[in-house]
């Protein structure tokens, strides 16, 4: 069977966060971008659905804002917890510098349709589902493209720069080769869902208990509750049965007890297992990888959308013009490792202080957990609310569109 070949100038492989957005900007800025992935669409339930005021400002960079703001979602302008019997604060989101002061809560798949829809308003933007990359294309040790999988059978895709945004368990980078700096994580998820009623509370929030802690998102007609066990402990739960989980998720929300035979069988209940790594090196000639291909974030904070996001700003401020004119050099590639490495670092090393010093004592105890004194005084002293809030809500040196948009729309 004769393999097709398409020609681009920036091949994107993965059509998560990072992808879709590098893919939209770049097209956006006149660049040829093919974005590549695998799944038919969007539609799936393990992504995490925070878009934070990080990326709310970007889409009032970008002049989307209101158009955005149109599709479904639940806000969020402060987060709580309850430790034990304590209830706090942790951050507040209503002091930000931003044009949204709070967090959007909405189904990943209805972001990546947006960006979607966005990008095919321009002609350089060209995105293939159901097409799977499988290796790379090197030639005199340089990436030159992907081979993949689609529909129509196997393709060559050639292109002046491959970006591989295919998440944390990427194929691209293992194709490159690079090495990975394995921080590790002491927890899973076990993700479900169960309906919400208009009498509930409308706050989003996580419950610590010793043992488990439950965090439940409002997403207006469901509760998405994410449900932390210790690594690898899937067995020992469902050992105890189906009975003994329902009645854990009730006693941290006691309110849900009368819904919770929804969970019907563990097919109900997902896991998804915690990975926190980097890359040492995130690029190679004619190769770039960012997201979670080049570090894999705790779902702490849920800041890892938002950080793939920045990612894809900084590169596409760096590259789009470069890109456009053919002249990608690997000192480009390095300087967006360069300008990305300190705020996903940062981030990496404040969530591995709370998976350290904070979840692992809880999932490990049978005691029951007290508040530590710097919660109390976060708590009590609301100006100490709003660090926390730029923290999970801007990150670490938040990126700007720095892109003009040089095409004609469609
Ligand atoms: C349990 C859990 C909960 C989380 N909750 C949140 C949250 O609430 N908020 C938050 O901000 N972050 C959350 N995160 C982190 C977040 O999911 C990631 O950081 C974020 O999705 C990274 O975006 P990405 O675009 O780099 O990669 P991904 O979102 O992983 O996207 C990669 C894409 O590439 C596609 N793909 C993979 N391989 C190929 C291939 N070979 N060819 C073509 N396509 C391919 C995949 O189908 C996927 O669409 C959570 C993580 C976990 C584990």
Redesign the pocket.
Known sequence: MSTSSIRTTCCV?????????LGFLLARAGVKATV????AD?L?D?????I?PSTLELMFELGLLDEFLKLPHARVDHLSGQVGDATIRVADFSHLPTHCKFIALMP?WDF?DFLAEQGKKYPAFDLHMR????DLIEEGGCVVGVR?KSPEGEIEIRADLTVG????????RACAGFSVEDIGAPM??L?FRVSRRATDTAETFGHMEAGRMLVM?NRTTYWQC?YLIPKGGIDQVKAKGLDAFRDSVAFMSPFLRDRLGEIKSWDDVKL????VDRLHHWHKSGLLC?????H????I?????????Q??VAAANILAIPLREGRVSDALLAAVQRRRTMPMRVIQWLQVQIQNNVLSAVLTSSARPKLPFAAKLVNRLPLLQRLPARIIGLGVRPEHVRTAEATPTR
């Open positions: 492989v993965g059509g998560g966060p990072a992808g879709m957005m590549l992935e695998k799944h969007f799936r393990f992504r995490g659905d925070t934070h990943q990546l097409t799977e990359a499988t993949a945004t295919d998440g944390r368990h990427s194929t691209m899973d998820v993700w998102l994410a998804l297992t915690v990975a960012i997201g979670d291909a080049a894999a974030m705790s779902p904070g849920g800041v890892g959308i938002n950080l793939a996001i990612d894809a």
